[in-house]
């Protein structure tokens, strides 16, 4: 008898076409936009989080200036403190710097000196931020090598001007030929390049600005600074990382005397705390998604609401027949139910084809849920059940000999 | 004979604003199983309402209504639905067939509420479709049928559960008299086979192919007699 009612149901839905279609397009819209929007807020963190962990995430950013410690959740550390009019600015040596690598479990230090410069081939020019740092930056930093090599300590110490580009610029200023060997100006003054390393991709943060390495003395005779922003640091594992911050935290505190004027972020914190956001957002786009849900349930109890009184000489007849009460109750409520499992199950379809469209153009990694598919449909059916339940039971209570008067 | 139905100082009363609208006055009747009965009255003398009870659609404000000698008074709702699935056939005036089912849909739906297996609901529709002589008419849909026709739909339908009680509420009132007789000739028949009889009409010609007639006025019965062939 179930699957007659079904049948049943499936009947009546189809005999008013136009009307379920309507009334199951709030179904089908809440049910798509849940998956879309979860499939895309993981789709964004997945390659929030992709594009952190390749700046490594066992790296720490150690800044320097007036004022850093106060601002919070910094990305990175290649921005200028601008903030440096107030005397006396805190500063950190290269010594200083250097010694920050003696902390138990630190594998390496990469202190930089950082300004802006102009790099000049020819008449071709680039705008840079010009990084004066040590050897160690390149594996800190997660760099790949695209040609030649990267700094050396045997730059640090014989003077030589060399340089490292980033493949942007090298292509920039020397088209398609390999620039090893060239010279380059940087603010007129020339430089050997002697690498260029390959772009990383697109990313959150500094990493992807243009840049081009100098070692730290040329950087600061060029730069006419000789203090450190900003020291890169790596842990020896992203379990370590809290550790070392605790510990870089006491050493600076006793040099620089006020946490105000230095901060420590590990990009993993970043991360989490990104992943974090990204979890809440995606959390609350999918609860704006399920107002819709519940708006589409209250579109199928208004129309069970207007069927139940269209059809109450059909109640009454039904019920003259020898239906019981319960039968009416199941049958007007499988014809809710009918109607958001059938938008439900148009709601994946549309959900999953716009989550792998939209994920495309967005150029995420597309990928889809099954558990939020079902998870959304059997919401839609909750939804069906118990907006459907108010209506069906008023058409179970009708009294037979009122039901058959209607004309 | 014994009693199929028994009505004792059977009240119906309505309350409508305010006012209480008696409609039915203590009212007793017998009816012996196998018997053809009408009960006549003008509109407004309560024999619907009459019907109604009898039919389990309504139930009575006071008194008893005793049916294949089981009372009825205060049963639940669930368990009048159930008399009404087991005991007893409608037949309406105005059909009250469904229109988006076919003849053999519209005659199934009581075995369906029966819980019987869609195949035998079937098999006994269509049997019970023959009877009426609407065999090769099953397929059809009732705005594809006669007046006349629509009335044989339903009664297959009161039929199709062996239901020993069949109640017709001006059941020749939309038709054309032709069409009425053939309904009429009908009920004799299937009257013959056994089953109990009960007709509500205002019109005598319908009235006088009963065995008894039962007249009502103002929520009384204020004739009871047989008729002599």
Known sequence: MISQSIGV????????????ILTMLGIIIGVGAVITLVTLGHGASSSVTKNIEGLGSNLLVVDVGTGVGESFGRLGGATTVSDTSLAPPPNLTLNEAQKLGNIARVVGVAPVVEGSGTLGVGTTTASVGLVGTTPAYQNIMNYKLQEGRFLTPLDETDGENVIVLRSTEAQTLFGAINPVGDTVTVNGVPFEVVGVLANKGTSLGQSEDSFAAIPIDRAESLLGSTSLSTVYLSAKSQSNVTAVISRL?????????????FSVTAQSQILSTLTSVQNSLTLLLAGVAGISLIVGGIGIMNIMLVSVSERTREIGIRKAVGASRGAILGQFLIEALVLSGIGGLLGVGSGAAASVLLSKSFGYQPSFHTGIALLAFAFALAVGLVFGLWPANRAAGLRPVDALRVE | MDQFIELERLSKSYRM?????????QISLSVPSGQYLSVIGPSGSGKSTLMHILGCLDVPSQGRYVLDGRDLTGLSEAALSQVRRQSIGFIFQSFNLLPSLNAVENVSLPLMYQGIPVTQQKERAEAALERVGLRERRHHRPHQLSGGQQQRVAIARALVADAPLILADEPTGNLDSHSGEEILDLFAELNAEGRTFLVITHDPAVASRSQRIVAIHDGTVVEDRKVTA
Do not use: M
Request: glycine share 6%.
């Open chain 1, 249 to 261: 935290d006491q050493k600076l505190l006793s040099w620089i005397g006020t946490s105000q004027n």
């Open chain 1, 9 to 20: 149901a499936l009947r009546a839905v189809w005999e008013q076409k136009l009307r379920s």
């Open chain 2, 17 to 25: 604003a305010g006012e209480e609208l008696q409609i039915l006055h």
